[in-house]
Structures are given as C-alpha cells and as structure tokens.
C-alpha cells in the first residue's frame, strides 16, 4: 500500500480503474454510478486486492459479468491476485446511485429512479415518472416489470414516445 500524506494512493488507483467497467444491463452506467463497489482493500504482504460488491437484485444475472469485468479491468493493469466477493446485506437501494450516475440514465432515455421521502412517518414514495425526452409528467406506467427486473415501462402522454424507468428500491 502506498500512503503518502494520509493518502491511500493504491486504492484510488483501484478505484479510477473501477470507473471504467461497465453495467452490462445499462452500458451507460459504471459500477461507480450504480453504487455497488461496497469497499476495496490492498493486502501490503502479498499485494492481493479485495473487492467488495453488492449486487442490485438478489440473484441478478449481471454481477457474473461484471465480477468477469471486474478482475479483467485489474488483470490489464497490471494486478495479479484479485479476490472479489459479495455482500448482500445491507441490501442495495437506488439510493446508492450517483447523481452522475442518474443524469447519464436520463440523457441515455432512462427515467432514472426519484423517489421523495416522508421523515415523519419514515416511507417513502416514488414520485411521479418524468419523460427523459420531454420531461413531462405526464406519463403511464405500461408493465412495472421491463426487459430487466431493475426497470419497468411507461409512455409519455405528451410526446408519446414509450420509455423504460429505473425502479426506486
């Protein structure tokens, strides 16, 4: 581990690394957007890399491509003993996204998730689904179940124009 000034500069190399692999559900989004990377350690003794993740789903299909993405993103720099694993509670949420992450599922036609909290009675509601072309409120929810479990579809009334929304959970 290299720490120079309280600096951890091998785990952010770890995770600039980690920025470039993609969801293979949405391409759009990194691991990084989607929140998932729950932690990363560096063992100084043998130099092995520890990553933590989270899968969105219980069972999610996509997290054997991305653990594949994963080792295959550290392999090319150079890292040779990766050990990646998952972590299933707490349970992922939408949450967890970045809000980078959301404005790239908005510009890709993706309704990114928006949910509006209630503290007093600590629930939370999703808020109405906006158009990311138009950006009308004025939408429908076709199927809450889309071409993934972590997406539903909707139409806009406004423009038309069919789109699929990121689900709040």
């Known amino acids: 581990m290299t720490i120079y000034n309280g ?3 091998v785990n952010e190399e ?3 690394i980690l920025s470039g692999v993609t969801d293979p559900e949405v ?3 990194t691991i990084i ?4 990377i729950r932690g990363v350690s560096v063992n100084a003794q043998d130099s092995s890399i520890s990553v933590l993740i989270t899968p969105t789903y219980s069972g999610c299909p996509a997290m054997d491509v991305i653990s594949i993405g994963i ?3 550290l392999a090319g720099s ?3 003993k990766i050990n990646i694993s998952e972590q299933i509670s707490p349970a992922w949420t939408t949450d967890w996204m970045t809000t980078e992450g959301k404005r790239k599922l908005e510009e890709y036609g993706i309704a990114p998730p928006n949910r509006k909290a209630f503290k007093d009675l600590e629930l939370f509601e999703e808020e109405e689904v906006s158009c990311p072309r138009c950006k009308s409120k004025e939408t429908i929810l076709v199927s809450r179940f889309g071409p993934t479990s972590c997406k539903a579809l909707y139409k806009c009334t406004n423009c038309a ?3 699929e929304h990121f689900k709040c959970h």
Request: hydrophobic residues 40%.
């Open 14 to 16: 770890i995770y600039r």
């Open 7 to 9: 600096v951890d500069y």
């Open 78 to 80: 150079g890292y040779r």
């Open 33 to 36: 957007d989607l929140g998932i």
């Open 71 to 73: 080792r295959m993103a």
């Open 27 to 29: 391409p759009v989004l």
């Open 161 to 163: 124009e069919p789109f």
